[in-house]
């Protein structure tokens, strides 16, 4: 699969048909789809006709949007008009199809972009793996053996297999992070509440957050500027890329951080040119409250229908929610105030620094099926734990961009590093993603074998 700036401009010169685009893109899903699932359905009928519209555009000598003729697929908590929004849940199939796009779809395809199909995620979002009892798992393109991350795994996924080269998710505590570090591609988190969540089927109100991912960090910022709906200048990027102060957080990051997480960001760190360590206080703190108004909001959403159709819930995910819908207030309100008092500390380290460095995820991709992990010599919960690294942050809503490494002690496996930058600068982040795409750090390989299987790189527990 072409990048996506090279389809647009293409498509706009006129050497390549937006149905020829269209065309590579299902032949390689109907190719490799199967053996990965990242797809719980395609919009052929309409890719086919949004495809044939471009083209038409482009016979009458019209001017092109920005991603004409470029493929994409969205996680399926977005609403696709005519379709039944499904949120990784069964209990969700006989709810009514959505009467319109979701805003963000709206948007992208304003921007020309042509809709293929919803990626299969965790249930209801709640979820690091993307291994859903009803679709099935979305498996790993860089080995077939090991998850894809969550709850965006199969945004992340087809991304990664070259299906599409953008794709939507959404990151509560990590779903777009966790799965970018695990596929090896490139994924934006944006300031909490930059972009509208209208049209996603939600799970937290007070952290959910919409965001794209791209094979390459120039088409991330392409899909950014059509779903921010204000197009920027790339020479904004490149223009702050050069003397940004940078540092790495130390303390909770570095704790839980493996040999290979910190070995990734010790390669970043020394690209960027890194010269301080810092460290949040409060990063366990804000995970903890993270925990407990996932908990909480997302079992007052799901209350009703878990006493009426307990059944047509995954039983880990109904059992967290049944869980959270007993958290007392009080302590929601406590965890509201530690969320404001981190937020409030991770402005002052930004008083002097630009961006900050921290994994993305403990450790490589896990086989499917783990149940625990080994961080350090310590064994963890392998599902609830992928978030250890990205929940302190979410919690507090900065824009971070996560970026592929590929280090020796990972074994063939990429972990992802998270370039952390102050509220509401997305600019600063993907100016640094471009600067290590450069240098040759951060790279998405093209064409994975999505056969190839590792050796594991570290201790890992399995189902039965």
């Excluded at 647009?8 to 390549?16: F, N």
Aim: aromatic fraction near 6%; include cysteine.
């Amino acid at each position: 699969m072409m990048r996506a700036s090279d389809i647009a401009r293409a498509v706009a010169d006129g050497s390549l048909l937006a149905v020829d685009a269209l065309r590579a893109s299902m032949e390689r899903i109907e190719r490799l789809d199967p053996a990965l699932n990242c797809f719980t359905s395609l919009t052929e009928e309409r890719a086919w006709r949004e495809a044939a519209e471009i083209d038409a555009r482009r016979a009458r000598g019209e001017a092109l949007p920005p991603l004409a003729g470029v493929p994409y697929a969205v996680k399926n908590l977005f609403d696709i008009e005519g379709e039944v929004t499904l949120a990784g849940g069964a209990v969700n199939r006989g709810n009514a199809p959505a009467a319109r796009d979701a805003v963000l779809v709206e948007r992208m395809r304003a921007a020309g972009a042509v809709l293929v199909g919803a990626l299969n995620m965790d249930e209801h979002a709640y979820g690091f793996t993307t291994e859903n009892s009803h679709f099935g798992p979305t498996r790993n393109p860089r080995d077939t053996t090991r998850s894809a991350g969550g709850s965006s795994g199969g945004s992340a996924a087809a991304v990664a297999a070259g299906m599409v080269p953008i794709s939507l998710g959404s990151d509560t505590n990590g779903s777009i992070r966790v799965p970018a570090s695990l596929c090896g591609i490139f994924g934006l988190k944006p300031t909490f509440g930059r972009l509208p969540r209208a049209g996603s089927f939600p799970f937290v109100h007070s952290l959910d957050h919409l965001g794209p991912f791209a094979a390459n960090a120039q088409d991330l910022s392409l899909a950014y500027d059509a779903l921010l709906d204000a197009p920027r200048s790339s020479r904004i990027e490149q223009g702050i890329a050069h003397g940004l102060r940078v540092a790495v957080l130390g303390g909770w990051f570095e704790e839980w951080a493996s040999g290979a997480a910190c070995e990734a960001v010790a390669q970043v760190s020394h690209a960027l040119g890194a010269t301080r360590k810092l460290r949040l206080a409060g990063a366990e703190k804000a995970r903890a409250a993270a925990f407990v108004i996932t908990g909480a909001e997302g079992g007052a959403l799901h209350r009703r229908r878990l006493i009426e159709r307990y059944d047509e819930y995954e039983p880990l995910s109904r059992d967290r929610l049944i869980a959270g819908s007993l958290i007392p207030a009080g302590w929601v309100a406590q965890a509201q105030r530690v969320r404001r008092m981190v937020y409030e500390e991770a402005l002052d380290l930004f008083e002097d620094i630009d961006l900050l460095i921290a994994p993305a995820t403990p450790v490589p991709a896990t086989p499917l099926g783990s149940e625990e992990m080994e961080i350090n010599g310590r064994r963890v919960p392998t599902r609830a734990s992928m978030g250890l690294l990205t929940q302190p942050i979410s919690c507090i809503g900065l824009p971070v961009c996560a970026v592929p490494v590929w280090p020796a002690q990972a074994g063939g496996l990429p972990v992802g590093v998270q370039l952390i930058a102050p509220p509401w600068r997305e600019d600063v982040c993907l100016a640094a993603a471009r600067v290590l795409e450069a240098a040759g750090l951060c790279a998405a390989p093209p064409h994975p074998n999505p056969h190839r299987q590792t050796d594991e790189p570290f201790p890992l527990s399995h189902h039965a």
